[in-house]
Every structure is written in structure tokens, then in C-alpha cells.
């Protein structure tokens, strides 16, 4: 339940749901997810489904970690540097370090963060930086970088993120949809491409994640 088979056969799932970046589908191939959720979960590790990971945070969806990964690619192959926002169990941070040279990830939640830690040093992700701190400011000293993936829904994007992205490169966020404030637990998923005269905004699809909260918890 916990083999490369039941990997390979999420991998064509997502294939049949139109996720086409051949990078992205590897690096979801090559990431054991069983290893980011509590052992009495995972059995279910390879469903296409978010599964709580404690502390009121969730895993997310494969299908959307796929999903935001392409998007956050665009038409490259690799990227040099990438923040993520919400570390959470470490699985999208996992996916991405098969994507980028080196992926900055910053948590609000302590014993989250030193979980995921233990995650990535275990798995040899030495390409992985870690931060205890309020995501909503970014990681200023490594700025700009080539791609910014925030994994908590956001009322709209911290102008700080958006400051702290590189010209040309990409950030993915799940904003809060105007249409829809009485429905709190959806958003849009957004991708926000940074040109030299200021920021082109598109729609991707509807998703629900978990809210970005401010400070330290
Ligand atoms: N990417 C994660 C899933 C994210 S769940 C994974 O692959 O498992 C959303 C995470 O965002 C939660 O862990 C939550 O604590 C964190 N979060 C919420 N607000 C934040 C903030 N302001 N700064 C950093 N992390 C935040």
C-alpha cells in the first residue's frame, strides 16, 4: 500500500485528470507520501485526497500539489530558486526540491516545521530550507526568486510575496473569490506572473485549503 506500484497508479490518475508536465508527474512518482502523514494513515497516503496531518493543517490533495507545481513551472523544466508558504507536512516541499536547485519553506507552526524537518533530513533533501516565522513577510534575505507557491488561502496576496518575486517568474496562491465570501472554505487558485511593468493575473481553478494565519503559533 505503500510501494512504487500505488505511487505509478496515482501518477496515471493524475495523467487522466490533465496533469501533462513529465517533471512534475516524476517528482510525484519519486515522493513517498506515506512518509509525511501519521503511520495509522497511511494506507490512504496514495488517494487523492487531503488527509489531516494534526494541529487543525492539512496534507494537500496530490492532484492540487500537481496542479500547483505545473503552474508554478509554467514551460520550464527546473527552477533555480522557490519559496513555499506553509510547509505543513513537507510533501509539496519534497515535490519541489525534485523541481528546483533549492526550495526556502517557512511555517507558523513549530512542531510542524520540526516534524517536516526531520522529514526532509531523513529523505536526504538537503536542497530544503526551513524558517519558523509568518510566511505573510517572505524570506527577504533569499529574494527575488523564480517562483513563489503559497499552500494557505489568502483573503489577497501579501504585497511582500509579490515584492519578492523575481521578473518573469511565477506565484501560485489560493485567494479568497469575492463572488464567494459567504463560502469561506473556497478560493481560486491564482497564478500571478510578475513582467517588467507590473503583475498579469489568471485563474486557474476552485480549491479549499486551510487559512494563511498571522504571526507564530
Ligand atoms: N504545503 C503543505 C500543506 C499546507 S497546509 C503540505 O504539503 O503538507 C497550510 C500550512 O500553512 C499549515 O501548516 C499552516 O500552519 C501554514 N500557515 C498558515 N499561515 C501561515 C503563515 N502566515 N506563515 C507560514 N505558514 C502558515
Known amino acids: 500500500m505503500t510501494s512504487q506500484s500505488s505511487r505509478d497508479r496515482l501518477v496515471s490518475r493524475l495523467r487522466e485528470q490533465g496533469i501533462r508536465h513529465a517533471a512534475v508527474l516524476e517528482a510525484i512518482a519519486a515522493t513517498p507520501r506515506h512518509l509525511f502523514i501519521d503511520e495509522a494513515m497511511s494506507s490512504h497516503a496514495y488517494e487523492n485526497t487531503s488527509l489531516p496531518i ?16 505545473e503552474a508554478l513551472l509554467g514551460a520550464a523544466d527546473r527552477l533555480d530558486k522557490v519559496l513555499e508558504i506553509g510547509t505543513g507536512s513537507g ?36 536542497n530544503v530550507f526551513t524558517r519558523y516565522a509568518d510566511g505573510q513577510n517572505g524570506w527577504l534575505s533569499q529574494a527575488p526568486f523564480d517562483g513563489i507557491m503559497v499552500t494557505a488561502a489568502c483573503p489577497e ?7 519578492q518575486l523575481a521578473v518573469g517568474a511565477r506565484l501560485i496562491a489560493p485567494v479568497n473569490a469575492l463572488r464567494r465570501l459567504d463560502q469561506a472554505s473556497v478560493q481560486e487558485l491564482l497564478v500571478i506572473t510578475r513582467s517588467e511593468d507590473g503583475f498579469e493575473r489568471q485563474q486557474l481553478e476552485d480549491v479549499s485549503f486551510v487559512p494563511l494565519l498571522p504571526g507564530l503559533a
Open 54 to 69: 494534526g494541529l487543525g493543517q492539512t496534507i494537500s490533495q496530490p492532484y492540487i500539489v500537481a496542479r500547483m507545481s
Open 91 to 126: 510533501y509539496q516541499a519534497a515535490v519541489l526540491s525534485l523541481l528546483c536547485q533549492r526550495v526556502f519553506t517557512v511555517e507558523r507552526i513549530e512542531p510542524l516545521l520540526r516534524q517536516a524537518r526531520r522529514r526532509f533530513h531523513s529523505l536526504g533533501l538537503h
Open 157 to 163: 496576496v501579501p504585497e511582500a510575496l509579490l515584492q
